[in-house]
């Protein structure tokens, strides 16, 4: 054998494997269940006996659904990694970035439709009052005039609802609230569990300021927001504000005009 003939061999060979590998990690993004197929399987290991032959081979494999498909992918983080670029000033998205390994997690667009979110109406909890709906409505209210694309509609029946609101007496930890959701393959959001303290973790009953505070953080948590180090929004993870920043509506504009997925392959847990 040539050793030119042995060289474009190898070379040959390399590409192939790029090819099923690109395959892969592009179905690895796509559905919950993969089956793995060895890349070297389809990879040449005999020279080419003639150039015309060898560049139908590399069209067809450019051509082919996977390859298209991977550069599509590549275009599409490309768009993400620009616009990230432009309009991350005066955001936090890094930061959400950051705690989801790389990925962004939000609601889907709903054509129109509403979130249903169902808040339990009465708790058997000392110092709980009626009066915590309407300012956990409010804080719903607030995320929904804050330039995102998400609607909210209040519903009677918990069977029927998207995000459920509940109440507790206390948690065992350093915190008033918890967001629980979980999301498809594609990083879409599909249902949400909040759930608010009537007490502080020592006893003291939380006020109507601090009430609402930690319900808008909650809120922020449902809609893919993370903690920020920045104390003047919502989302510092020890709340001082009461209201959202500038940065909080920001990120939270910025995070819909993305789409959900990891930017750059990167996968993580949901919160």
Request: hydrophobic letters at 45%.
């Amino acid at each position: 054998m040539k050793r030119l003939d042995l060289i474009f061999a190898v070379v040959l060979s390399v590409l192939a494997a790029f090819v099923g590998v690109e395959a892969y990690a592009m179905h690895g993004n796509g559905g919950a269940r993969h089956v793995v197929r060895s890349a070297g399987a389809n990879a040449s290991t005999t020279p080419a006996d003639d150039d015309s032959e060898s560049r139908d081979a590399r069209r067809e494999r450019r051509s082919s659904p996977a390859s298209r498909a991977a550069r599509d992918r590549e275009r599409l983080l490309a768009d993400v990694r620009s616009r990230l670029e432009v309009s991350g000033a005066g955001t936090y998205i890094g930061e959400v970035l950051a705690a989801h390994d790389s990925a962004l997690a939000r609601w889907p667009d709903r054509g129109g439709q509403p979130l249903r979110i169902w808040i339990q109406p009465f708790a058997r909890v000392r110092d709980w009052t009626p009066t915590a709906l309407p300012i956990v409505r409010d804080a719903f209210i607030e995320w929904g005039e804050a330039g995102v694309p998400l609607n909210f509609s209040f519903v009677l029946d918990s069977a029927t609802a998207d995000v459920r609101v509940t109440w507790i007496d206390r948690f065992h930890e350093p915190i008033s609230g918890k967001t629980l959701w979980s999301h498809d393959d594609r990083w879409s959001i599909l249902e949400a569990n909040i759930v608010l303290a009537v007490h502080h973790r020592t006893g003291e009953a939380l006020d109507t300021a601090a009430t609402r505070a930690i319900a808008l953080h909650e809120v922020g948590h449902l809609i893919g927001l993370d903690h920020t180090t920045d104390t003047t929004s919502i989302m510092t993870p020890r709340v001082r504000v009461k209201t959202l920043s500038p940065a909080d509506r920001a990120t939270a504009q910025l995070l819909y005009l993305l789409p959900a997925g990891p930017i750059g392959g990167a996968r993580a847990s949901a919160r």
